[in-house]
């Protein structure tokens, strides 16, 4: 299985803060992804990044991924309390097109 | 990008019973998943649903306790069977934005409780 691990869990932030989540996998992969979900509804998808970059900006978002290290970070910049939300990291393989979910972390932003 | 509904949005269901759950898309997409989300853990793929013909299950998931439906490109249904209090979860549609792109996109999930 390459499903990938969060860390950590749970994150509590001031707003205002950065939030910077951790991601690691087992196997190769051809792409990562960030999605958030609020309170346990629909995923939203927030940035993808391929096996090939290292680094990718999206408004408050910046990911990043070390295919050596297996792991990827995505932080969140001056955050808001409606940044409050699980955030997942999701893998896919080279060879089909399933996406494998991380565990999750659980981010709160006090105002 | 694709605009999933999904419904019912939420349920209670006696145990020994079954729901099945629908999935729109507002457009034609070549892929189609259906997912689980147990309480407080991540999600967890069922199958992929494909267009005419029987469902691609993940280790662990069955055709006779999940019966997956998918008659053209933008419609298919989940039937959650013989329900036990084990079943109670969030199942979650999702459906591919596009060929050689994985970037999903998700219904905002049925939320199943079991008594």
């Known amino acids: 299985s390459q499903q990938g691990e969060e860390d950590p869990q749970a994150l509590s932030i001031q707003e205002g803060e950065n939030a910077t989540m951790n991601c690691s996998y087992k196997?190769?992969?051809?792409?990562l992804q960030w999605y958030r979900q609020n309170s346990g509804r629909g995923l939203v998808h927030l940035i993808l990044?391929?096996?090939?970059?290292r680094e990718k900006h999206s408004g408050r978002l910046r990911v990043t991924l070390d295919t050596s290290k297996k792991s990827s970070s995505l932080l969140i910049t001056a955050s808001r309390a409606a940044d409050t939300a699980s955030y997942f990291c999701?893998?896919?393989?080279?060879?089909?097109?399933?996406?494998?979910f991380g565990k999750g972390t659980l981010l709160t932003v006090n105002p | 990008s694709a605009v999933i509904s999904q419904k019912p949005s939420r349920d209670i269901c006696q145990r020994g019973t079954s729901l099945t759950i629908q999935c729109q898309v507002d457009?034609?997409?070549?892929?189609m998943f259906w997912y689980r989300q147990q309480p407080g853990q991540s999600l967890t793929l069922i199958a992929t649903?494909?267009?005419?013909?029987?469902?691609?299950?993940e280790s662990g998931f069955v055709i006779d306790k999940f019966p997956i439906s998918r008659p053209n490109l933008t419609f298919s249904t989940l039937t959650v069977s013989n329900l036990s209090p084990e079943d109670s979860s969030i199942y979650l549609c999702?459906?591919?934005?596009?060929?050689?792109?994985?970037?999903?996109?998700f219904g905002q999930g049925t939320r199943l409780t079991v008594v």
């Open positions: 999702s459906a591919l934005a596009g060929s050689g792109n994985t970037e999903a996109f």
């Open positions: 649903a494909n267009q005419g013909s029987e469902a691609t299950y």
């Open positions: 990044i391929r096996s090939n970059e």
């Open positions: 999701a893998t896919d393989a080279r060879s089909n097109y399933k996406l494998t």
């Open positions: 196997t190769s992969i051809n792409n």
């Open positions: 457009s034609q997409v070549t892929m």
